[in-house]
């Protein structure tokens, strides 16, 4: 009996499809290979379908996601596309290649205070946002609080309620 090729999800035999990143040409699927802490044995069948998207229901052993995180980093693949491939977290990948793999945006790279109440300064929404997080709010969310309350005494409802002077300036 002829065995069938697998086929992927698009209905084109694994291995034919035109982005596939193909990782090995040999007829062994198997391969020693030497690093620092001793020899390591990949499974590059493995390896070549987790490089191309198709690892579901199995892991990849660590030094099999290493090598393919490298190879894959090789190729210019976005570090967030190869830590879902891979299975690894970015943080990981960062502990393999130190410098190599930055965040996305400069915004990202260094940590930031990160804003009291933001946009909704001032406004009902801010002085919710406070109190969600059981702190103090702060004079504009106050404030923005006791005009929204005085709006909806009046009208019925809070839409249209005024934004705080103080923190619209």
């Not at 802490?37 to 069948?45: F, T």
């Not at 190729?75 to 190599?100: H, N």
């Not at 702060?138 to 404030?143: G, S, V």
């Amino acid at each position: 009996m002829k065995p069938r090729l697998r086929e992927s999800e698009f209905g084109v035999p694994v291995g034919r499809r035109r982005d596939w990143i193909p990782v090995t040409t040999l007829a062994v699927p198997t391969v020693w290979m030497a690093t620092a802490d001793g020899l390591v044995c990949l499974d590059l069948i493995a390896v070549e379908l987790a490089a191309n998207g198709l690892r579901k229901g199995w892991k990849l052993t660590p030094d099999e996601a290493r090598f393919t995180a490298r190879f894959l980093l090789d190729r210019k693949v976005p570090y967030s596309v190869i830590s879902q491939r891979v299975g690894a977290s970015t943080d990981t990948l960062r502990s393999w290649f130190p410098g190599e793999i930055a965040p996305a945006s400069a915004q990202l790279a260094r940590p930031q205070a990160r804003p009291q109440c933001g946009t909704r300064r001032g406004t009902r929404r801010g002085y919710r946002w406070h109190r969600a997080r059981l702190e103090v709010p702060c004079t504009d969310c106050a404030e923005g609080n006791k005009a929204a309350e005085r709006h909806y005494k009046e009208h019925g409802t809070y839409i249209g309620a005024p934004i705080c002077t103080e923190a619209a300036a």
